[in-house]
């Protein structure tokens, strides 16, 4: 699996200017004092994967105090596959609102969640970052919340209507072969019956040969 490589923001929150974040190594932690940038570095990351925000405008520096420094900004996520090849993901605030790129390509954001995907980055499960509060969040959820969660992490939640209708084949299966094994049972028994039937028959059939041979001798003997 690849990893996050490099970070390019421009004039994204307290970001001014063109910034280059890493490279990263696929452990890395990020310490500085309180107003560093800690968070908005993380709002970058959440923000090029695909996060709502609630004002795109104020991402622009210097925009939450009505002196913005541009009309847009942008954050570009570098992604090194394992085989060495660069892939880059960019999102835009514009005039016009959010604008995508796949290596370097305007896209949809349809196209681009489904890049995404293909590097294991799922939106809609938020599958990509935990945030502080969150893991006692996870905890304190009951179990039935908690598998909801891993369900929609891990996407099962999409098979669930193949699964229904699996499980319902599955359950026609098992009335069948029970059906089949019951007129089975049924025909076994009645063969048993029949053999019992044919017997009897063939018995019958010998004792009366026998008693008609009987007679035959005893009628030759006395006529002689």
Do not use: W
């Not at 835009?92 to 980055?121: C, L, P």
């Not at 006692?136 to 929609?152: C, D, H, V, Y």
Request: with cysteine; aromatic share 8%.
């Amino acid at each position: 699996m690849g990893m996050l490589h490099t970070l390019d923001l421009e004039n994204f929150k307290s970001y001014k200017g063109k910034q280059v974040i890493g490279p990263f190594k696929r452990f890395t932690a990020i310490i500085g004092p309180n107003g560093s940038g800690k968070s908005n570095l993380m709002d970058a990351i959440s923000f090029v994967l695909g996060e709502k925000a609630t004002s795109l405008r104020d991402l622009i520096h210097g925009a939450p105090v009505g002196k913005p420094v541009s009309n847009r900004c942008s954050v570009t996520l570098n992604y090194k596959e394992d085989d060495g090849r660069m892939r880059s993901f960019t999102r835009s605030v514009t005039n016009a609102g959010s604008e995508f790129r796949v290596d370097g390509k305007v896209v949809t954001v349809q196209q681009y969640n489904h890049e995404m995907e293909s590097i294991q980055i799922f939106i809609k499960a938020k599958n990509f970052l935990v945030y502080q509060g969150q893991i006692m969040s996870i905890a304190m959820k009951n179990p039935k919340e908690r598998t909801a969660l891993f369900e929609e992490i891990s996407r099962s939640c999409e098979l669930q209507a193949e699964y229904d209708r699996l499980k319902v084949e599955l359950q026609k299966a098992e009335d069948d072969a029970q059906q089949n094994m019951n007129k089975r049972r049924g025909i076994a028994q009645e063969k048993r019956e029949a053999k019992l039937e044919r017997d009897e028959a063939e018995k019958y059939q010998h004792l009366k040969d026998d008693l008609v041979s009987s007679v035959v001798l005893n009628f030759r003997f006395f006529s002689t």
